[in-house]
């Protein structure tokens, strides 16, 4: 698909201000004793927004998105949904309050079926299959038709699809996306982000990391500069496009801003 076939910048700062769905306030978190890979982060979700969230390699994207998602500790700081302090609630509790989480790798059963992939995804509520099937399966037809054919026979960019459509077959509120379009070629790279746009547009609200980070600000409503686990610009994607210090630091001088 062109990139006709999705909707480019949408700057919502004349919009009145909505709740805030999820909030991470000055998080400190690490892998290791007494070293902080996130030192002091902030982001914040509001309902319906579609965030992107940018940065060098090593930045500590992918350990927000742990963070926000219990599977590393918050050693300080506070992350609320609908302002409820879900700091350090576990992985299955955050699922059943609606968040869902499509991590950078291996994420996909590949010894098992597409749709043993997805009853996986809906383990907590089991009996919804075939209602979340039928959502599932208009955003992702092709994955939905090979319902029986076993995961591990799938592109690497169809296990990504599929690893989208098994989160989204808990109906959550929340989706945090780690590099969907990583390893994928420019056309399936492009997939990845009109799915991620649909499926925001279904309602769910997204966090969104990313390293083609062009494509990504595209995309946004707001983006986040994440630099050596702290936030280093945060803006609408449109003015992080073209603010010339995040062109110069994070997009490249010789990259063309259209
Ligand atoms: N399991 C781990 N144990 C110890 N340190 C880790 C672990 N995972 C990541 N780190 C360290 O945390 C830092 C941030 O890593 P993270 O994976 O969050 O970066 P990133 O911004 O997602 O980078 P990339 O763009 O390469 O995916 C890096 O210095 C990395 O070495
Ligand atoms: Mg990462």
Same mark, same amino acid.
């Given at each position: 698909?062109?990139?006709?076939?999705?909707?480019?910048?949408?700057?919502?700062?004349?919009?009145?201000?909505?709740?805030?769905?999820?909030?991470?306030? =000055?998080?400190?978190?690490?892998?290791?004793?007494?070293?902080?890979?996130?030192?002091? %982060?902030?982001?914040?979700?509001?309902?319906?927004?579609?965030?992107?969230?940018?940065?060098?390699?090593?930045?500590?994207? $992918?350990?927000?998105?742990?963070?926000?998602?219990?599977?590393?500790?918050?050693?300080?700081?506070?992350?609320?949904?609908?302002?409820?302090?879900?700091?350090?609630?576990?992985?299955?509790?955050?699922?059943?309050?609606?968040?869902?989480?499509?991590?950078?790798?291996? =994420?996909?059963?590949?010894?098992?079926?597409?749709?043993?992939?997805?009853?996986?995804?809906?383990?907590?509520?089991?009996?919804?299959?075939?209602?979340?099937?039928?959502?599932?399966?208009?955003?992702?037809? *092709?994955?939905?038709? *090979?319902?029986?054919?076993?995961?591990?026979?799938? $592109?690497?960019?169809?296990?990504?699809?599929?690893?989208?459509?098994?989160?989204?077959?808990?109906?959550?509120?929340?989706?945090?996306?780690?590099?969907? $379009?990583?390893?994928?070629?420019?056309?399936?790279?492009?997939?990845?982000?009109?799915?991620?746009?649909?499926? =925001?547009?279904?309602?769910? $609200?997204?966090?969104?990391?990313?390293? =083609?980070?062009?494509? %990504?600000?595209?995309? %946004?409503? *707001?983006?986040?500069?994440?630099?050596?686990?702290?936030?280093?610009?945060?803006?609408?994607?449109?003015?992080?496009?073209?603010?010339?210090?995040?062109?110069?630091?994070?997009?490249?001088?010789?990259?063309?801003?259209?």
């Amino acid at each position: 698909m062109t990139d006709a076939g999705v909707a480019h910048n949408r700057d919502d700062s004349t919009a009145t201000p909505r709740e805030s769905l999820l909030v991470a306030e =000055n998080i400190i978190a690490g892998y290791v004793p007494e070293v902080d890979i996130l030192r002091g %982060c902030d982001l914040v979700l509001q309902e319906g927004e579609l965030v992107g969230v940018i940065g060098p390699n090593g930045a500590g994207k $992918s350990t927000l998105l742990k963070a926000l998602f219990g599977l590393i500790p918050v050693r300080s700081g506070t992350v609320r949904l609908r302002g409820e302090d879900i700091s350090n609630l576990p992985a299955h509790a955050l699922v059943s309050k609606g968040i869902g989480y499509v991590p950078q790798n291996n =994420n996909v059963f590949q010894r098992l079926t597409i749709e043993e992939n997805l009853e996986m995804g809906l383990y907590q509520a089991p009996k919804r299959f075939l209602e979340r099937f039928e959502v599932v399966a208009e955003v992702f037809p *092709r994955i939905a038709e *090979r319902r029986k054919q076993r995961a591990g026979s799938l $592109s690497g960019g169809e296990r990504q699809m599929l690893a989208m459509a098994r989160a989204l077959m808990m109906d959550p509120s929340v989706l945090l996306l780690d590099e969907p $379009s990583a390893g994928l070629s420019p056309a399936l790279q492009d997939q990845t982000f009109v799915r991620a746009r649909r499926i =925001n547009a279904t309602g769910v $609200s997204v966090v969104m990391v990313e390293q =083609n980070a062009r494509r %990504c600000l595209q995309i %946004c409503h *707001r983006g986040y500069v994440l630099d050596q686990g702290r936030n280093a610009y945060t803006n609408s994607g449109a003015e992080l496009l073209h603010d010339p210090k995040v062109v110069e630091l994070y997009l490249g001088t010789l990259a063309k801003v259209k």
